[in-house]
């Protein structure tokens, strides 16, 4: 029997730190769970000389990852450098150099999960990714084990807290947009560059991920069409208000016969569903499946000890097999082939807010660039939005319509001279 | 490798009747994810002569239960008979026949949990028992998994959809119990003995196998303190609004140095909770932990498909192992011995609905009798209730208080010639 299992750590940021001070600090307990010590051997970092507020001898530090991926004494490497490249390199040679692999990374993950997983199977290793996807919320062996038996529907997550975080302050507060931004980026909660957080990117790499477990199909996460909340503006959230709605960044995939509609963008979610009422810097996740019926898993989906807990017990399952001589190899069960359907092809309602020229006839106009593309109003606020222009804002919900005759209809509404601008476009989602 | 794992089941009921179903119209998708086929083998019902809604042979149908137990074709036994007898002896001759354990039970698993487990490590078998706790939400596996290297500090649960449901209706539709438990009853939410519910035991049990994970020590389920939803008034209902709050039934557990708060009763929760706001028959578990910080898990706790959701997973879990090669035995984590913190001293804040004389000075009496024993108020309404009779209806909420205390104060109140009766006693969460 292993009385000891060797780490291996990649990256010394934010979530680096937690997990060394986790390993540190709960050394004991983790033993006793594991039957054998969990003890950090070697750590990556950039730049060794730059002290960190970490608890670490010098002599663990180094710069050169083969010290890391080659040292016989260590089992598990955990990577947490984030990003594609050489991440994405480092857990390969991880792999190929028969160690077990920690993961983080969702996007890895996401545009290399599939053949990550393929690799570990030959090569007899464990590569676990419970961090990548609601941090600490478990999710990835929720779907491997115990959502196994299911056939699942629909996932709706609201899987990026950096954008639920910015939704929250302009709908409570009434911020505008660059006002909640920069707010959640004095406080950390949104980075320098949002752009990948903001845009929908990190919500479809997490979406990818889920989507991949639950379909049992290998997914492109370019191919998901993605739309962010930068467009969002204050009054969007009123109107949104005044129809019985909240507006959040929702990540969606449901399944249908061989196609999965997957797309992440801003909703109105009905204010009384349960999703509508996750604010902050919370994550949820609803699942559908026929037997487990819906499901909705809710935490916060950052934070280096958040993300430290589904890393420390991605290593206590490694740890625990080895040192019962059982096997880590995941099968990698992902035989459908499943298609993304195109968003063309989607079916929702909408809303759209509109600048219009305030005199009769406008909304016959626009009613019939939209009735000539089948696509039908069920609601219709009109306001006087600057009476010296003589422009109004005319807001619009409509029934359930084909996107691409929608995208057609807007085309033309906006060509009409009685339209300054199409404001705003938010689907309407349950 | 084995080519077929054999299935015994034990009770053909609602949710053996839909683990038939499941393992029937789900065979193929089953089998591939084990890697062998799962074939029911023998089903133990009372008597094999009644029709059963449910596509078996009647060869596979027995009356003796030794058919199943000892069956060498049997390799995984289902039990889900409910009860603690002899549903605790059929596992435990499963267990020492050499098979496998899929339990549902979790009267078994709150009051003999730490011996069938012990037990079904001394005979080298897996014993799971995902779908006692939360039906088809992942639970069991959560806290075994996911959270193990947290530390946790408390469970806050809505284990029982019946009184969920019940309080659902009571606070929406202003019903008093009596008629909410009767259109529970009706639509199948409740039994016709609804005792085991409405009183609370069902969740106590829920909540003493979920606090011997999280705690990794035994708890005596009866050492539990037990309030059920009985006593509550319709009025009960529109003053927690008044005060801001909603009534659920809550299964409540607190880690302190040596102890641990356990206990089953009627809360006022803040209505912008979280737990507030879940409606009708879902369950919903809160967790909180030093690293993965605060998880909710929301779903259906009940009806066969939801159980047989988890009772599957839990059977392939099994069958992958036993296909590989591999143990199926569980470290039985329970190394702390932790002791039910006595009810008298938890401390909390408290919620009276008071029938008093309508006179001067009631109140003044009624405060005295209060702070004579520590206990301070917060907030008072008052309202005429009964003119004629010169009765008036007296609401208090009080400051945190020791329960002890607070019974003490309670006792002498009753004392009180202006005071008819103390109505209602509620205590006051988060």
Redesign the interface.
């Known amino acids: 029997m292993k009385s000891e299992i060797g780490i291996g750590l990649l990256g010394l940021g934010v979530v680096g730190s937690g997990v060394v001070e986790?390993l540190i600090s709960?050394a004991d307990?983790?033993a006793?769970?594991v039957g054998a010590s969990l003890v950090l051997k070697r750590v990556l970092m950039r730049d060794v000389s730059k002290g960190r507020a970490v608890n670490l001898g010098s002599h663990l530090l180094t710069s050169n990852v083969a010290e890391v991926l080659t040292d016989p004494e260590i089992d598990i490497v955990i990577e947490v450098i984030g990003g594609e490249h050489p991440a994405t390199e480092y857990i390969e040679q991880a792999i190929t150099n028969g160690k077990h692999v920690v993961t983080a990374n969702k996007e890895v993950m996401a545009k290399h999960g599939y053949g990550l997983l393929s690799l570990a199977q030959k090569y007899n290793v464990g590569l676990r990714y419970?961090a990548s996807v609601g941090s600490?919320?478990?999710l990835i062996?929720?779907f491997q084990?115990?959502?196994?038996?299911?056939e699942i529907w629909a996932i709706h997550g609201i899987l990026n807290g950096t954008t639920n975080y910015i939704l929250t302050q302009m709908a409570q507060q009434g911020l505008d947009f660059p006002s909640a931004l920069g707010q959640a980026q004095e406080l950390g909660y949104a980075e320098p560059d949002p752009a990948n957080d903001v845009e929908g990117i990190d919500a479809a790499y997490k979406l990818a991920i889920l989507s991949s477990l639950a379909f049992h199909s290998e997914f492109d996460a370019q191919g998901i069409s993605c739309q962010g909340i930068s467009g969002l503006a204050a009054q969007d959230f009123r109107y949104a208000r005044e129809f019985g709605y909240a507006i959040k960044l929702l990540a969606i995939a449901k399944r249908q016969a061989d196609t999965v509609e997957m797309r992440v963008h801003p909703v109105f979610l009905p204010e009384n569903s349960?999703l509508a009422?996750v604010d902050g810097v919370y994550n949820a996740i609803q699942v559908e499946?026929?037997?487990?019926?819906?499901?909705?898993?809710?935490?916060?989906g950052a934070?280096a000890?958040?993300a430290?807990?589904?890393i420390?017990?991605d290593v206590?399952?490694i740890s625990?097999n080895i040192c019962?001589g059982?096997?880590n190899v995941l099968?990698v069960?992902l035989?459908q082939k499943l298609e993304i359907k195109p968003m063309s092809d989607i079916e929702t309602r909408y809303y759209f807010r509109l600048s219009v020229n305030d005199r009769p006839g406008v909304l016959a106009q626009i009613s019939k660039a939209l009735g000539d593309n089948s696509v039908s109003i069920s609601s219709v606020i009109q306001k006087e939005s600057d009476p010296l222009a003589h422009t109004a804002e005319l807001v619009i919900m409509t029934h359930s319509a084909r996107e691409e005759a929608v995208q057609k209809a807007l085309g033309e509404v906006k060509q009409l001279a009685v339209v300054n601008e199409v404001s705003s476009f938010v689907r309407v989602e349950g």
């Open positions: 986790v709960k307990k983790l006793k769970h419970e600490g919320i478990p062996a929720t084990q115990d959502l196994a038996s299911n349960q009422k499946g026929d037997l487990a019926g819906r499901l909705i898993f809710y935490g916060e934070g000890l958040r430290s807990s589904a420390i017990a206590l399952t625990r019962r059982l096997s099968d069960q035989n």
